[in-house]
């Protein structure tokens, strides 16, 4: 059975930086698209980043130019680095595994880690 860790979230200040990871058990992620989600209190869930098996990456608007995607398929894990960060980002990460053709789709497709959360706070 798949397996999907998050880990790297915690507090930050405006403007500061994290890098959240997500180490994948039980499947090899090369054949898929990976990515993430947030969900911030009040908020709909939103697609932040992902990247296909081929190496595409894509993002949501709110992050573009702050926020970097990159997976490496021999330790199984898939990483955010996110720059810049403000309020607005606040919210819980979820690390996602799915197929490619669905990698631009906001919804429950795939498998799911339990998230991270990510304050951004002075």
């Known amino acids: 059975q798949v397996q999907l860790v998050e880990s790297g979230g915690g507090l930050a200040q405006p403007g500061g930086s994290l890098r959240l990871s997500c180490v994948v058990s039980?499947?090899?992620?090369?054949?898929?698209?990976m990515g993430w989600f947030r969900h911030a209190p009040g908020k709909q869930r939103e697609l932040v980043a992902f990247?296909?098996?081929?190496?595409?990456?894509y993002y949501g608007d709110s992050v573009k130019g702050r926020f970097t995607v990159s997976r490496d398929n021999a330790k199984n894990t898939l990483y955010l680095d996110m720059n810049k960060l403000n309020g607005e980002d606040t919210a819980v990460y979820y690390c996602?595994?799915?197929?490619?053709?669905?990698?631009?789709?906001?919804?429950?497709?795939?498998?799911w880690g339990l998230g991270t959360q990510v304050t951004v706070s002075s």
């Open positions: 996602n595994r799915r197929r490619d053709r669905d990698a631009t789709s906001n919804n429950l497709a795939g498998s």
């Open positions: 039980g499947s090899d992620i090369s054949d898929f698209a």
């Open positions: 990247v296909t098996s081929t190496g595409a990456t």
